[in-house]
């Protein structure tokens, strides 16, 4: 870590030192060549703990990192698909009621996703002002058979 430290503080001063050279000296010879020393001295800080084996870099061992530690549940990861399909169909119908002019409150939709993971809408609840136009415009997106229910009492 101390090696990355002191490379790090390296680079940092010659790149400053670059940076003022370029600013103290306007556009001539001296400038150009007071640059490419200087970058030569960054390029030599920056390959010298390579060279001289102060610094290496492996890579772990592939064993280190256990599978179990970040795998899922399959339940977890069906139920987080199904809330995620619902949340996203509710938000879709509901942007589709409101572009129609009915006044929507909330849009439910109850989602079962099947073995061969199609997306199976059971239910649509529809809290609407409109109702019988909310639930034509729901029929209408997701099929004449879908069942809408009226979420109001």
């Given at each position: 870590m101390?090696?990355?430290?002191?490379?790090?503080?390296a680079?940092?001063?010659?790149?400053?030192?670059?940076?003022?050279?370029?600013?103290?000296?306007?556009?001539?010879?001296?400038?150009?060549?007071?640059e490419?020393?200087?970058?030569?001295?960054?390029?030599?800080?920056?390959?010298?703990?390579?060279?001289?084996?102060?610094?290496?870099?492996?890579?772990?061992?592939?064993?280190?990192?256990?599978?179990?530690?970040?795998?899922?549940?399959?339940?977890?990861?069906?139920?987080?698909?199904?809330?995620?399909?619902?949340?996203?169909?509710?938000?879709?119908?509901?942007?589709?009621?409101?572009?129609?002019?009915?006044?929507?409150?909330?849009?439910?939709?109850?989602?079962?996703?099947?073995?061969?993971?199609?997306?199976i809408?059971?239910?649509?609840?529809?809290?609407?002002?409109?109702?019988?136009?909310?639930?034509?415009?729901?029929?209408?997106?997701?099929?004449?058979?879908?069942?809408?229910?009226?979420?109001?009492?």
């Amino acid at each position: 870590m101390e090696n990355i430290k002191g490379i790090a503080a390296a680079l940092c001063f010659v790149s400053a030192g670059i940076y003022g050279v370029r600013n103290l000296v306007s556009d001539s010879a001296l400038c150009r060549k007071a640059e490419v020393i200087l970058k030569m001295i960054f390029a030599a800080v920056l390959i010298s703990p390579f060279v001289n084996g102060k610094f290496s870099f492996e890579l772990p061992e592939l064993s280190d990192y256990e599978i179990a530690e970040y795998s899922f549940s399959r339940d977890e990861y069906e139920s987080e698909l199904t809330r995620q399909a619902s949340e996203n169909i509710s938000q879709v119908l509901t942007e589709q009621i409101m572009a129609s002019g009915t006044i929507c409150e909330k849009v439910t939709a109850e989602v079962n996703i099947s073995e061969d993971g199609s997306i199976i809408i059971s239910k649509v609840i529809v809290e609407a002002d409109d109702f019988e136009k909310a639930a034509d415009i729901v029929k209408s997106c997701l099929g004449g058979t879908t069942e809408v229910v009226n979420g109001y009492p």
